[in-house]
């Protein structure tokens, strides 16, 4: 606010409050209500959680079928300990398929080591990223209306695996595809964060997928991935 120079009451307009609501969570610090957090990060350019880190609290989820064990209202509902819960499971398969995901390394600096022992385990270790430079990953940026480039956050993404360059079974690639979900694999089991236009992918719903014999949600997801991989290239590491 002091950057923007904005006053509480120019705050309260932008978000739809009442301007002692916006005193409170500066004087007081009051956590607003979530969809009331993102309306005001997104009028100050910022992350939500870093304005409010109560808000990574998680959530219950709801399970919902055999193929579903579970769907998420928003991605910021899951903490990082479920992510690295999540990747450590895998044995032969880890898969992510994002335009960044930065989130994993600076909520859990130690990802790359995590990755390394997977592959140590003889897990194969697959990385699709976003093309910076790419008129899906701009047009992406645009439709987000979130304050930081998504182009800038790809490239950031790619200096987090650079440490994995010559790793055994870790292979990174870039895309230029439109995503209309992040997906994230572990063995049988997958999270797809779906995008919704006009939010940041930790705003949208996130489904916790498992692996039928007789098909089902998992494989069409997975085919996707495969889709998306065999029209990615080599990722340009150097630097």
């Known amino acids: 606010m002091a950057a923007q120079g904005l006053t509480y009451a120019e705050l ?20 607003p209500r979530r969809t009331t957090a993102m309306r005001a990060a997104e009028s100050l350019g910022e992350d939500p959680f870093a304005l409010w880190p109560a808000l990574r609290q998680a959530r219950a989820a709801r399970a919902l079928g055999p193929d579903i064990i579970a769907v998420y209202d928003q991605r910021a509902d899951l903490p990082i300990s479920a992510f690295v819960d999540f990747f450590s499971q895998a044995e032969e398969h880890l898969d992510v398929l994002v335009y960044a995901a930065v989130f994993l390394h600076e909520a859990y600096p130690k990802f790359n080591e995590l990755l390394r022992e997977r592959t140590e385990s003889g897990c194969k270790v697959r990385i699709c990223l976003g093309e910076a430079d790419s008129a899906e990953v701009q047009q992406r940026g645009q439709e987000e209306q979130f304050g930081h480039g998504i182009d800038s956050r790809c490239r950031l993404a ?5 440490p994995l360059v010559g790793t055994p079974g870790v292979e990174v ?25 006009g939010l ?16 089902g ?8 991935f495969e889709a998306v991989w065999a029209t990615a290239g080599p990722a340009a590491m150097e630097g």
């Not at 309260?12 to 956590?31: F, H, L, Y």
């Not at 940041?200 to 098909?215: E, I």
């Not at 949600?217 to 996707?224: K, N």
């Open 217 to 224: 949600l998992f494989d069409t997801y997975a085919a996707s």
């Open 158 to 162: 790619l200096m987090h695996y650079r």
């Open 200 to 215: 940041n992918a930790f705003g949208a719903p996130v489904w916790h997928l498992r692996r039928q014999d007789q098909g």
């Open 173 to 197: 690639r870039t895309h230029g595809t439109t995503l209309y979900n992040s997906v994230y694999r572990a063995g049988d089991q997958m999270l797809v964060n779906t995008h919704v236009y």
């Open 12 to 31: 309260a307009g932008k978000t739809g409050v009442d301007p002692k609501s916006v005193e409170r969570w500066v004087n007081r610090g009051r956590v």
